[in-house]
Structures are given as structure tokens and as C-alpha cells.
């Protein structure tokens, strides 16, 4: 029988993963399910006959898709697909798909949750600020930076973006603010929003000279990627920046450092949030089963990633 594999080292929220099991269940297809694996070996042995794989974060690199002999397909239920090898899933004849969109408002909403926790001095009692009337710079326009957009004017922010694939027109359509480079978004926002993919090109590419324009009180709040942030330049703007606050989703290689130096303008979540709601979890994780089940039976390949 056809076998797809729920491998998720951050579990879905059970209703989701009862919905995955329904679709793969009505396809007439058998679920297997892999949480909070501690081991890589667990993975490896449970990839060992499975023809699909549904994954969140869980690192697929060529060990993996070797040891899957069976594996046609591998969904990222999620927008970033940088923890899987698409060479290696090339190479082996395996379509890579993402589940673009599904839980992108949750990433959006725990923003402002960071956001807010920021303002408000990580709620130590002192007098804090508003969102409202502050400028908005959203670095990267996709399906994040549309609903922090969104999510931006309910607060009463400007609202900034900067995003070199999308058109100034498009943007703006939208009532938001399109500038023309990333030195000018940052230089004008006093808040910035990161929701940049990490490749070759984005990583470490949020450096000193980058941050340092920020206006006085500025602060960087990271949903996205801790790849893309150059760590040491971040210790040294911080060092320098004392007006300044950095507060992400996703802990630093440097996390104990720099909660001793700035405990009062650094704050990091223990384990990535953004997309960890019931609803995300069910809209990506029923997403992922749907494209597996249209691919095997139909040959759908909308949202391949790799080629
Ligand atoms: C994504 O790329 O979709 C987000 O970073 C969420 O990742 P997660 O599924 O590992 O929480």
C-alpha cells in the first residue's frame, strides 16, 4: 500500500494531523506518523519505505532522500524549503513541493505579539510605546509581509516594503509604501520586518551597515530566518546601538551572549512559533496531504520546487 510519512520533529497540532490522516485515508493511502524524533537515525529508519513524506522544518539532506528508496515526493508543509536538499531530491528523481500561503498568517500575527512584548519594554513595568503613527518597514513583500501589511493598519502604522521581485505598482496598490532599496527601508522605518527566504544570496546579508541605519529606537523583529542575519555584526550594532532592539523568532547561534549582554533589547522565542497554530498546522498540513494525493493519482505538480 501507498505509504506517506508525517515526520515533524515540531508536531502539528493533533486536529491537524487527524486531517492529514483523513485525506491520506479517503485516497486510499496508509499514514505513518514520526514526532519529536531526538534521533536522525529515527528518521532514516522511518523514510526506509515510504513512497511520501510530509515534513515541517525537519532537515531532508541527501541522507535521507538515499535512504528512502521508495520516496517520489517530499512536502515542506510551510513556505521555506532551504532544510531540504533539492539537489540531492533532484538527483534521486523526487518532487519537492511547499505549501505556500497556509500559515503565513500566523506568522504575520506573532509579529505583532513580538512587536507589542518590544514596545512595551518585555512588559518590565516601565513606560513603553505605541505601534501607532510608527513607520512599518516590511523587508520582503510575499504572503508574510501581506498580511503584516494587513495586520499593520489595523494598528495604525505607515507602512513601508521593500521587495526587488514584485512590481513598485503592485505594492502600493495596496497602500503601501514601495521604496527602492533596502538601505532607503531601513534608513526610513523605524520598526523593520524581515520575511526574506534564506539562499546563497540572503544569508548574512542583514549586516552593521544595514542595521545601522536604522532611526533612533529602531528595532528588527525576524520571523524568517536566522541565516540571513550576520551574527557578529548583530553583536556589534547592538553593542554600539544601545537605543536599539532585535526580538526573532528564531534563536540566534549566539542566543546565551547576546541575552547576557542586551537581556533589555534582545528577546528570542525557545523554539520557532510563527506558524505554530491549530489553524496553520491544519491549513498547511491538509495542504501538503492534498498536493501529495493530487501528484501520486494525477500527476499535479503546481507547486514543485525543485526542477
Ligand atoms: C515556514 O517556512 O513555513 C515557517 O518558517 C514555519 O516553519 P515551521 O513549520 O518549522 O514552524
Do not use: W
Request: with cysteine; proline share 2%.
Amino acid at each position: 500500500m501507498t505509504k506517506i510519512l508525517v515526520a515533524t520533529d515540531k508536531p502539528f497540532a493533533k486536529i491537524a494531523v487527524d486531517g492529514i490522516g483523513k485525506e491520506i485515508e479517503n485516497a486510499g493511502y496508509e499514514l505513518a506518523l514520526l514526532e519529536k524524533y531526538t534521533e536522525k537515525q529515527q528518521l532514516l529508519d522511518a523514510v526506509a519505505d515510504v513512497d511520501a513524506l510530509i515534513v515541517r522544518s525537519d532537515i531532508i539532506d541527501s541522507e535521507v532522500i538515499a535512504a528512502a528508496k521508495n520516496l517520489k515526493i517530499v512536502v515542506r508543509a510551510g513556505a521555506g524549503f532551504d532544510n531540504i536538499d533539492l539537489d540531492a531530491a533532484t538527483a534521486a528523481g523526487v518532487c519537492v513541493m511547499n505549501t505556500p500561503g497556509q500559515n503565513s498568517n500566523a506568522v504575520a500575527e506573532l509579529v505583532f505579539g513580538l512587536l507589542v512584548y518590544a514596545v512595551r519594554n518585555f512588559f518590565n513595568g516601565s513606560s513603553g510605546t505605541e505601534l501607532k503613527d510608527k513607520r512599518l518597514g516590511i523587508h520582503a513583500y510575499g504572503n508574510v509581509g501581506r498580511n503584516v501589511a494587513r495586520i499593520a493598519r489595523g494598528f495604525g502604522m505607515e507602512i513601508y516594503a521593500y521587495d526587488p521581485f514584485i512590481k513598485a505598482e503592485d505594492i502600493e496598490k495596496e497602500g503601501v509604501k514601495a521604496v527602492g532599496s533596502v538601505e532607503e527601508l531601513y534608513a526610513v522605518c523605524n520598526v523593520v520586518s524581515l520575511h526574506i527566504p534564506a539562499t546563497a544570496e540572503t544569508k548574512n546579508s542583514i549586516n552593521y551597515q544595514l542595521l545601522n541605519r536604522l532611526p533612533k529606537g529602531g528595532i528588527l523583529v525576524n520571523t524568517a530566518r536566522k541565516e540571513v542575519i550576520n551574527e557578529q555584526e548583530m553583536i556589534d550594532f547592538l553593542t554600539e546601538r544601545t537605543d536599539c532592539k532585535y526580538i526573532t523568532d528564531i534563536m540566534p547561534a549566539n542566543h546565551a551572549q547576546m541575552q547576557e549582554k542586551f537581556a533589555d533589547r534582545y528577546f528570542s522565542t525557545p523554539k520557532k512559533m510563527g506558524a505554530q497554530t491549530a489553524e496553520a498546522n491544519i491549513n498547511a498540513g491538509i495542504a501538503a496531504a492534498q498536493q501529495i494525493v493530487d501528484f501520486l493519482k494525477n500527476g499535479n505538480q503546481k507547486f514543485r520546487v525543485n526542477k
